[in-house]
Structures are given as C-alpha cells and as structure tokens.
C-alpha cells in the first residue's frame, strides 16, 4: 500500500530537550516536504527537499532541521524544542513531474506534538 | 506572492442540503489547486484537483469544484450533505518547482446537522 508513515504519532516532551520525527515514504517520490498545522492558520511549509542530499527552507524554518540521506525518509529533527513548536505535524510526498502533469501531495498521518 | 484565502472559517449545514466552500488564490501564472479534506485526528484526504482543461472537475465522495480565472476562485460544492461529510477543508496551490510546493489556506470547519 503505498503511505507516508511518520513516527511518532503523539509525543510530549520537555523544553530544550532534542528530538526527531520521522518521515517514510514508498512511492519513491523525490520531493518531501513538512508542515505545521495550527489553528486558524491552515497548514505552513517548514522544510522540503527536492531529491536526496537537496533540501531547503520553507516559510517558518526556525528552530527546525532535516536531514534527506535516502529517498524514502525525511526526518524533522527539533535540537532545543520550545513551546511554541506544540503543533500538529505532517509530512508529504509528492513525485517530481514535468509542468503541467498530474501531481499531488500525499499525506502522513499526522505527529502531535507538545512541548512543556 | 502566493496565498490562498478561504473566506469562512465555520460553515454549518443540514444533511441533505446543498454545499459550497469558498477559495480564492493570489498566484502569478496558471495555478494548480487541490482540495483536501482532514476528518478528526486523520491526515489529509485529497478530494479532487484541477491542472487544465475543463474548468468543473470532478472528485471523490460526490464533491466537484469549479476554477473560475476571473474571479481567481476554486469553490468546493456538493449538491447533498451526508453527516459523515463532518470534518475540516482545506483549499491549496500548487507553487514553485514544478508545482511541489503547496500553500493552504486557513481551513473550513464543516458541521453537519441531522
């Protein structure tokens, strides 16, 4: 079945105290990207990467950090959380297709995060 | 700069009536729009997606949405509300790189009442 898998799905942590979200995908698709959902805010871009060892900035990068060693995985890695990256987290996949073709993101299921 | 703006942040309707959610986009060139439904607690679902061609497309669960150019909208319709269609909406834009960078809009919370 083809899914983005992200781990783990509820976490609580501590202020300051690093930690990792992981990404997997098995559709091989080249771009992976993560995003924060908050209230009334929708979802907003934190990182993407366009292939392996390619990454890039979103509109809200602070205080986060990727990592794309292979093509299936993407991690979201948080060095010193605060509280306010409490926030509901998704990654996303997509395959890297030409100007007008078909494209769409497919989604993970979703990382809740708090921090305290 | 791109955005997207969906106008109501809580609609409320009766199962059976009719449905519209609004989108309008800020997007420089033909955009690629997409919505996407998030039931409690799950990721998102993708209803249905528009890249060219006919202007009605067509999506999953009896959803359809119309692109109008002019009015840089991208309503979301469903012509029968069923409860199970409770949950939140979101409308994007497809951007940048070969279209891999989506921009969301804010959400719509849909309430369905028996």
């Known amino acids: 079945e083809a899914q983005v898998t992200q781990n783990p799905r509820y976490l609580i942590t501590v202020t300051g105290k690093k930690l990792t979200v992981t990404c997997s995908q098995n559709?091989?698709?080249?771009?992976m990207s993560w995003y924060r959902q908050d209230p009334g805010l929708g979802l907003r871009q934190i990182y993407y990467?366009?292939?392996?060892?390619?990454?890039d900035k979103g509109d809200v990068p602070e205080g986060y950090k990727v990592s794309r060693k292979e093509k299936r995985n993407f991690p979201l890695i948080l060095e010193s959380p605060s509280p306010n990256q409490t926030s509901l987290y998704f990654c996303?996949?997509?395959?890297?297709?030409?100007?007008?073709?078909?494209?769409?993101?497919?989604f993970g299921q979703g990382t809740r995060l708090t921090v305290v | 700069a791109q955005s997207v703006t969906q106008p109501d942040i809580h609609i409320t309707v009766s199962e059976g009536a009719s449905l519209e959610l609004r989108c309008n986009y800020s997007?420089?060139?033909?955009?690629?729009l997409f919505w996407y439904v998030q039931s409690p607690g799950q990721g998102l679902q993708l209803l249905l997606k528009?890249?060219?061609?006919?202007?009605l497309v067509q999506g999953i669960k009896g959803f359809e949405a119309e692109f109008k150019r002019s009015q840089s909208s991208f309503n979301l319709r469903k012509p029968s509300v069923h409860w199970s269609d409770a949950a939140e909406y979101f409308c994007?834009?497809?951007?940048?790189?070969?279209?891999?960078?989506?921009?969301f809009g804010s959400g719509t919370k849909l309430n369905v009442k028996p």
């Open positions: 996303a996949s997509s395959p890297d297709v030409g100007t007008g073709q078909d494209t769409e993101a497919f």
């Open positions: 559709m091989n698709h080249e771009y």
């Open positions: 990467s366009m292939n392996v060892e390619v990454t």
């Open positions: 997007y420089g060139a033909t955009p690629y």
């Open positions: 528009y890249f060219s061609g006919d202007t």
């Open positions: 994007a834009v497809g951007a940048g790189y070969n279209f891999n960078k989506f921009y």
